[in-house]
C-alpha cells in the first residue's frame, strides 16, 4: 500500500484545450481528492490577441499572445481546481498548413523524442494512474493536437509506467446534434459543402466504439467557466454562447476510448479510475 494519490494526467496542446474535452473530468476527480495534473505543450501563441486580432495580421503579437493566454490558463486551473500545471511552452504551430507549422521551435516541428522525454520526465514525477490526451489524428487534424498524442505515447514507452491511457473522442451521435445546435445559434451558418461534411462525419467514433463516458453534469457549471476563463478566445468558443443550463445539457458527458489497461474493469465503463479504486 502506499500514501500516493491516484492522479490523472491530461496532457493537451494549448490553453483551453483542457476545459473543452476535458474539463468536466479533471472538476470531478479533483473534488472526489484525486491528483489532477496538466500538461500544456504549448503556448498558445497563435491564438487572437486583444480585440480579436488574427494571427498574422497588423498588431498580432505572439509572444504577448502566449503571456495573456498564460494568464488565463491559470485562472482555468484555479475554477477546475487542477492540483498541478505543467507548461512545455513550445511555440505554438497554428492550424494545419499555416506557415508558423514550418517555424523553428514550433511544437510541430521539435522531434517526437525531445518532447517525449520532458514528458517521461514529468511522468516518471507524478506516476499518474491515468492518462488523457488525443487520438492519432488529433481528434480534428490540428498539428500540435496530433504532436502531443505522439509525444504522450513515446514517453509512456519510455518508462516502466503501466497507466490506464485514454484518447478524447466524441460519439458520432453527438458530433451531429453540435451540427444541428451550431445553426440553432447561427441562422446565416452556410451549409458545408459535401467533401467538408464528410470530414466532419469521419470525426469521433460510433456511439458503440467508446469504451468510456463519464457523467459530469453536476461540474458542467465550472467547465463553462473555465472555459470562460480563456476570455481573449471567446469569439472561438461557440459554447459559450449556449449559456450555462444548456451547455450542461450537451456537454455534461465526457467520452473517452480506453486504449491501454492492466486493471481488466469491463468496458463500457463510467469512470476513467474503474479497477483502481
Not at 505543450?41 to 495580421?57: A, E, F, I, L, S
Not at 500540435?144 to 497507466?163: C, F, G, N, V
Not at 467547465?223 to 476563463?229: T, V
Request: aromatic share 8%; proline share 6%.
Amino acid at each position: 500500500m502506499t500514501d500516493r494519490p491516484l492522479t490523472l494526467m491530461a496532457v493537451h496542446a494549448h490553453p483551453d484545450d483542457e476545459a473543452t474535452g476535458t474539463g468536466g473530468v479533471l472538476a470531478q476527480y479533483a473534488a472526489e481528492g484525486i491528483r489532477t495534473v496538466l500538461v500544456t505543450c504549448t503556448d498558445g501563441g497563435c491564438g487572437d490577441g486583444p480585440g480579436g486580432v488574427k494571427p498574422g495580421d497588423p498588431g498580432h503579437d505572439p509572444a504577448a499572445v502566449a503571456l495573456m493566454r498564460r494568464q488565463e490558463l491559470k485562472e482555468s486551473c484555479e475554477v477546475l481546481k487542477i492540483s498541478d500545471l505543467e507548461m512545455l511552452d513550445y511555440a505554438d504551430s497554428g492550424m494545419m498548413g499555416w506557415p508558423s507549422n514550418d517555424a523553428p521551435g514550433s511544437f510541430w516541428q521539435t522531434p517526437v523524442e525531445e518532447g517525449a522525454a520532458r514528458l517521461a520526465e514529468l511522468m516518471r514525477h507524478y506516476r499518474p494512474d491515468v492518462v488523457v490526451t488525443y487520438d492519432e489524428n488529433g481528434f480534428y487534424g490540428h498539428p500540435d493536437h496530433i504532436q502531443a498524442h505522439r509525444i504522450t505515447m513515446a514517453a509512456l514507452e519510455m518508462t516502466a509506467l503501466t497507466p490506464k491511457v485514454y484518447w478524447t473522442t466524441m460519439p458520432r451521435s453527438m458530433m451531429q446534434r453540435f451540427g444541428e445546435i451550431m445553426r440553432e445559434f447561427n441562422e446565416d451558418m452556410p451549409e458545408p459543402d459535401p467533401a467538408e461534411a464528410a470530414e466532419m462525419a469521419e470525426i469521433g467514433l460510433p456511439d458503440d466504439e467508446i469504451t468510456t463516458w463519464v457523467d459530469t453534469v453536476a461540474f458542467s457549471g465550472q467547465k463553462f467557466d473555465a472555459l470562460a476563463a480563456h476570455a481573449s478566445q471567446g469569439e472561438n468558443i461557440f459554447f459559450l454562447k449556449m449559456g450555462k443550463e444548456r451547455f450542461g445539457e450537451l456537454m455534461g458527458m465526457e467520452t473517452f476510448v480506453r486504449v491501454q489497461d492492466a486493471t481488466g474493469a469491463a468496458v463500457p465503463e463510467n469512470d476513467l479510475f474503474s479497477g483502481l479504486r
